[in-house]
């Protein structure tokens, strides 16, 4: 079965600081590595990673795939209030079509 | 371009019950998939609609249930509610031209079991 366990739990930084959130997985035949920020209801799509895209950028938010040690991390730099929430890391192997999430990492950023 | 919908917001019933939650997917997308997200934890996978069949399911037990219809749009169904139930019900959907592994989130139905 998939396994994915994401650390740390939860943290809280002050605007500015940067954050460095890790994901470490075990899936049959991996295919890709998602990350999703849920802030109230809906996780809305940050990155996909798979074997042909070890690394994805996106104005402060940056992430990583290491495939041989089997983790990802995603950075936020110059962290502000609005980047609080739960991220979530979640993977895919092939032939199979669900996505199997850890169980996320809260974030809070203090003005 | 109108994203992932889903009916009811909240929905409180009680033991026993059954219920019927809605969606409907991201315009242009063809693959409805269920979650349930338990308080504190990460959305664990229920089942995938493809093509209006259950194209493949979680370690869910028969008491959910689920259909696909012609335009896309999907339902869950829950009988014999238990107080585990309760929990943040998620669709998401995918496919269509983009990548289907990035699934789109609706924004849940909260369900509450008495």
């Known amino acids: 079965e998939d396994k994915v366990v994401q650390s740390p739990l939860s943290l809280v930084v002050h605007e500015g600081d940067t954050v460095t959130l890790n994901c470490s997985y075990e899936v049959t035949n991996f295919r890709s590595l998602l990350w999703y920020k849920q802030e109230k209801k809906a996780p809305t799509f940050l990155f996909m990673l798979?074997?042909?895209?070890i690394e994805k950028k996106s104005g402060r938010l940056s992430s990583i795939l290491d495939k041989k040690e089997l983790f990802s991390i995603l950075n936020i730099t110059a962290t502000q209030t609005g980047d609080s929430a739960i991220y979530l890391c979640a993977v895919a192997g092939y032939n199979d079509y669900k996505l199997s999430f850890g169980a996320g990492t809260t974030v809070t950023v203090r003005a | 371009d109108a994203g992932v919908t889903q009916s009811p917001t909240h929905l409180i019933k009680t033991r026993g019950q059954q219920v019927t939650l809605r969606c409907s997917p991201k315009?242009?997308?063809?693959?409805v998939s269920w979650y349930q997200q338990a308080l504190g934890q990460g959305p664990q996978f229920i089942f995938q609609y493809y093509e209006e069949e259950e194209r493949q399911r979680g370690n869910f037990p028969d008491r959910f249930s689920g259909h696909q219809f012609p335009n896309y749009s999907s339902e869950l169904n829950v009988n014999a509610l238990l107080l585990g139930d309760s929990a943040l019900y998620l669709c998401?959907?995918?496919?269509?031209?983009?990548?289907?592994?990035?699934?789109?989130f609706g924004p849940g139905t909260r369900l509450t079991v008495l």
């Open positions: 998401a959907s995918s496919g269509g031209s983009g990548n289907t592994d990035t699934q789109y």
């Open positions: 798979t074997s042909s895209g």
């Open positions: 315009s242009g997308h063809d693959t």
